[in-house]
């Protein structure tokens, strides 16, 4: 779990977070060997009475309250609460980058509300990168979980990998908009667009002229984010920042 801070009021824990479940566990029994349990005992400290904010993912949110607190773990009950808002319609395709730099990629999109996120393979990316650990064990479902817990949000976008920019499988009334450096026609704050958007962002050393080229024949349009280099993580953090909060201003 991430770090966040935790108030009470009224007999209710407030923070940052809430906490996510596939499936509610038998007779809300959870065992401190899972790692929410302890979340829940050691951050949060909850005392039997209190309520937590817990969801299910892609189902709605509401709250828990805790029944009893053991060693052996803490069982609550739930109450649905409200149905979740839609996510945003903004789709990232993004190059396979280093599994640390991705697992980062990966929480912020989904923080940012996101509701598909496609990687791809790059012709400038090692191919190691699409055979790490973190997809052939499926390790990356937590960092997407981890992103929408911060956010208080119960919406996990599916993710979705390629072999390469060619193989890419968008929707058809999307605009398109390619971030990069190289001979950009116009800047991601200028350029007008509505939604849904989907925004492609670059391995570290950029994309080959001849991925640009497929980018052009799917229709992506070419758009900079100012003069300076960025990494990966940044840039997908700073692009889908401010498409975002441009769809956000205009609705």
Partial sequence: MTAFRVWRKHGITLSMNIILFDELPPDGF??????RAKHMRKVLKVTPGERVRIGLVNGPAGYGQVLEVREEGIRFSWEPGE????????????????PICMKRILREAVSLGVRKIHVVGADTAEKSYGEAHLWTRGEYRSYLLHGAQQAVSTCIPECLLYPGVGSLDLGSDMTRLLLDNIEPEGDIMEVPFSGPVVLAIG????????????FRAMGFRVIGMGERVLRTETAC???????TGRLRTRS
């Fill in 83 to 98: 149905v979740e808002k839609p996510m945003l319609p903004v789709e990232l395709v993004v190059a396979q980058v280093r």
């Fill in 203 to 214: 391995p570290e050393r950029g994309w080959s002229d001849r991925e640009r080229d497929l």
């Fill in 237 to 243: 953090s700073a692009g889908l920042g401010i498409v």
């Fill in 30 to 35: 959870l065992p401190i060997s899972d790692e």
